[in-house]
């Protein structure tokens, strides 16, 4: 549900670190002003962190050169800060908790950070810590072939072939030992399994104690007959009905939201995906999406929540 966010995040963050010079991120701070100019970096550093994309660790390069363009040292914390509240993040925000949440949170997060960055540099500046002199070079400016490209290379081909194991490890009897969570679909290994439990003569493996916990509630709602048997004697599994916008498939028992269209039913995943309907109802009530599945539930192959 979060490629298509994640995806337009990197490439985005990737093409704004080097073709947008750093001059025009500097342009959106004051300068000179005193107090003024401390308060309105520390305001304005998240801000340049939403629309720059930069999330995680990659902030630090953008943020030492906006140190080199001059704008305060708060500034530069609360830039830093502020990549839990970067564009992709906040599209994920939304899809998980809703709309009204999101702007609580970035409200939230945006103040924090602010006050977080102003109180740093005052602290900073009162022990002294706060350099008195600013780099003239940052490094990774420039574009080309460096070591650390040649690591990314190494380390894209290491994954290439980590993923191929993966998706290969019954042919090289790497699936001896492991058992895989019927709730969850986590591969667990069996014999430094946290929780299993003996159902119908088999005995199967979780992840977790939470995990087991949903498995005793209603074994067979996660085996079938093919697999451990249904409880109670093959009952019939309980249908399945897809989200309209995202296109998992939902428990209506277990649903996050449910709205009523055109005197058909839909069941959501998330807040997110409810007020997507909500916007345009009929762009999502017809096709696919409408249509009642029913999944018989095999062993090992986890149900989406």
Request: proline share 6%; hydrophobic share 45%.
């Amino acid at each position: 549900m979060l490629r298509k966010e994640l995806v337009i995040g990197f490439a985005v963050a990737g093409f704004l670190a080097t073709l947008v010079p750093v001059h025009i991120w500097n342009d959106v701070f004051v300068h000179g002003h005193g107090i003024a100019t401390t308060l309105e970096n520390v305001a304005v550093g998240p801000f340049v962190a939403i629309i720059s994309f930069v999330c995680s660790i990659g902030n630090v390069p953008l943020a030492a050169a906006l140190w080199k363009g001059g704008i305060s040292f708060g500034g530069v914390v609360s830039f830093v800060f502020a990549d839990l509240i970067t564009l992709p993040l906040l599209l994920i925000y939304r899809k998980m908790y809703g709309r009204r949440m999101v702007l609580r949170m970035l409200g939230v997060f945006w103040l924090v950070m602010s006050l977080a960055g102003l109180a740093t540099e005052e602290l900073f500046n009162a022990l002294g810590w706060i350099p008195a002199t600013r780099p003239s070079v940052i490094a990774g400016d420039s574009v080309g072939w460096n070591y650390t490209t040649v690591l990314d290379v190494i380390a894209l081909v290491a994954f290439a072939a980590l993923y191929w194991l993966y998706r290969n490890r019954d042919r090289f009897g790497g699936g001896a030992g492991y058992a895989k969570d019927p709730v969850c679909g986590m591969p667990v290994q069996t014999a430094n399994a946290p929780a299993s439990v003996v159902h119908h003569g088999q005995r199967v493996f979780f992840c977790s104690g939470r995990c087991q916990g949903r498995f005793d509630a209603d074994p067979g709602r996660y085996l079938t007959a093919t697999g451990a048997d249904t409880a109670g004697g093959g009952g019939a599994p309980a249908p399945r009905h897809t989200d309209p916008v995202c296109g998992m498939a939902v428990d209506p028992e277990t649903a996050t939201c449910h709205r009523r269209h055109n005197s058909q039913d839909h069941w959501f995943c998330s807040a997110g995906c409810a007020e997507a309907f909500d916007a345009a109802p009929d762009t999502y009530s017809t096709g696919r999406s409408s249509q009642q599945k029913t999944i018989a539930p095999k062993l090992g192959t986890p149900h989406a929540r």
